[in-house]
């Protein structure tokens, strides 16, 4: 006669009944792209380049309508953020209005005194 001992199962007894967190299969919850945010960070980088203050400032708002659109649980896993899209929105703005605030003013031409 052999002794064994007792084999006690440390597993939890619930676990054949939990699944991995997933969101539901419904039209709701499937992955959507935001197309406000790709056409802001697009509008940006064109705007700074040809210096064009509408596509600058119509991505800026653009990138704002992104922003308060996102929604995180929905996007895709390559997606950026919409915060980036800002930021490429504030540099357009910089790139398009800096240069005109740095320039010097003009000093007044003085006519000579007769």
């Given at each position: 006669m052999?002794?064994t001992a007792?084999?006690?199962?440390?597993?939890?007894?619930k676990?054949?009944?939990?699944?991995?967190?997933?969101?539901?299969?419904s039209?709701?919850?499937?992955?959507?792209?935001?197309?406000?945010?790709?056409?802001?960070?697009m509008?940006?980088?064109?705007g700074m380049?040809?210096?064009?203050?509408?596509?600058?400032?119509g991505?800026?708002?653009?990138?704002v309508?992104?922003?308060?659109?996102?929604?995180p649980?929905?996007?895709?896993?390559?997606?950026?953020?919409?915060?980036?899209t800002l930021?490429?929105?504030f540099?357009?703005?910089a790139?398009?209005?800096?240069?005109?605030?740095?320039?010097?003013?003009?000093?007044?031409?003085?006519?000579?005194?007769?």
């Amino acid at each position: 006669m052999s002794i064994t001992a007792p084999v006690l199962d440390k597993s939890d007894p619930k676990s054949d009944r939990l699944y991995a967190f997933h969101l539901p299969s419904s039209p709701e919850w499937e992955e959507q792209k935001d197309w406000f945010g790709q056409s802001a960070m697009m509008g940006a980088g064109a705007g700074m380049f040809i210096k064009n203050p509408l596509f600058v400032w119509g991505s800026m708002i653009m990138g704002v309508i992104g922003l308060v659109n996102y929604q995180p649980l929905r996007a895709p896993k390559d997606s950026t953020s919409p915060l980036i899209t800002l930021g490429m929105a504030f540099a357009g703005v910089a790139t398009l209005c800096l240069p005109k605030m740095m320039l010097a003013p003009e000093a007044p031409i003085s006519s000579p005194v007769v």
